[in-house]
């Protein structure tokens, strides 16, 4: 192979990896609207966007997690912790329910983050320490009971339409995938952390703040965790902690994989994880709707994400 064709071999191999989710989005979307009856109706776009929303908030946080060479598997523990705090101190008022769940999923967040920064466990060790303990004391704090929440405020938050009739959820995921983009791309915070997953030893070599900066890492993939949580349980109108959450963190996890973030770190893409998680949602839905079993369209997921892996082992190598 001549230094040409490998040239244009590894471009190509970069646009599958960076691109490939847009025309994958493109090419669900239009088998939909070719093949499955109502899908292109004003409910149907209302339903997919309100369903994707917890699964892209979750995403942005574990995207930037990634980007370290990092993982969370605590996040749909993280989002139990939240929903079962908010209805234990809803009778507090709903401001501070809402205050008090953030800043639970925040605390998870800074214990993982000194795990991985300060006492230098392994990601994907130390938060499967949370991921197992974290639904047991959303459960304790729950009494192992489904709690219906009743207060208007919280309720409106799940069901309250806004512009153009999305709900708030919505709009609530639009904004903070702005931020988290304006974050990673223009503050000195985003650079830090492409430049730690790119190369840890470097980094702390060029002075960089490594730990600070793991700490404030996992503390937003858990503050996002938290707000996925209120925002589900204000859209259901109770807090489950057995269900809320339940496998998210592979659904967040195949967002940011197939939207072009490589696991071995050094590289984000926002808005490619944004469309992986549409694109999952969407896949999963098109595949219950042709009546295939939630299984078959869970095995479906597993083999995207094997797919996605696959074409970034050269970043993984």
């Known amino acids: 192979m001549t230094t040409g064709e490998a040239a244009a071999r590894w471009r190509s191999g970069i646009s599958l990896r960076t691109h490939g989710v847009y025309a994958a989005l493109g090419i669900v979307i239009a088998f939909n609207l070719l093949f499955t009856p109502n899908f292109a109706t004003v409910t149907n776009v209302r339903l997919q966007l309100v369903q994707v929303t917890p699964i892209v908030v979750v995403a942005l946080g574990m995207a930037v997690v990634v980007a370290t060479a990092g993982i969370d598997l605590s996040v749909g523990a993280t989002m139990a912790l939240a929903a079962a705090t908010l209805a234990a101190t809803i009778d507090r008022g709903p401001a501070i329910a809402i205050a008090i769940a953030l800043l639970v999923g925040v605390l998870a967040g800074l214990f993982n983050g000194v795990l991985v920064g300060v006492v230098r466990i392994q990601p994907i060790v130390a938060t499967l320490g949370l991921f197992i303990a974290g639904r047991g004391f959303a459960l304790m704090i729950a009494d192992g009971r489904l709690t219906e929440i009743f207060d208007p405020t919280i309720r409106s938050i799940g069901t309250k339409r806004l512009v153009g009739g999305f709900q708030a ?5 639009l904004s903070l995938t702005v931020i988290i983009g304006v974050l990673v791309r223009y503050t000195v ?7 730690i997953g790119g190369s840890p030893d470097a980094a702390r070599t060029a002075g960089l703040p490594v730990r600070p900066s793991l700490i404030l890492v996992y503390a937003l993939s858990g503050g996002l965790a938290a707000v996925a949580g209120v925002l589900a349980t204000a859209r259901s109108g109770a807090a489950d902690p057995s269900f809320v959450g339940l496998l998210i963190e592979l659904s967040a996890i195949t967002a940011v994989v197939v939207g072009g973030t490589p696991l071995a770190g050094g590289e984000i893409r926002v808005m ?5 998680a549409l694109l999952m949602q969407l896949i999963f839905a098109t595949l219950i709707r042709h009546d295939l079993s939630d299984a078959d369209a869970r095995m479906v997921q597993a083999l995207i994400i094997v797919a996605a892996v696959y074409i970034q082992r050269g970043r993984l190598r």
């Open 189 to 195: 915070f985003g650079k830090r952390v492409v430049a």
């Open 169 to 173: 959820g919505v709009f609530v995921a």
């Open 272 to 276: 490619g994880t944004v469309a992986g």
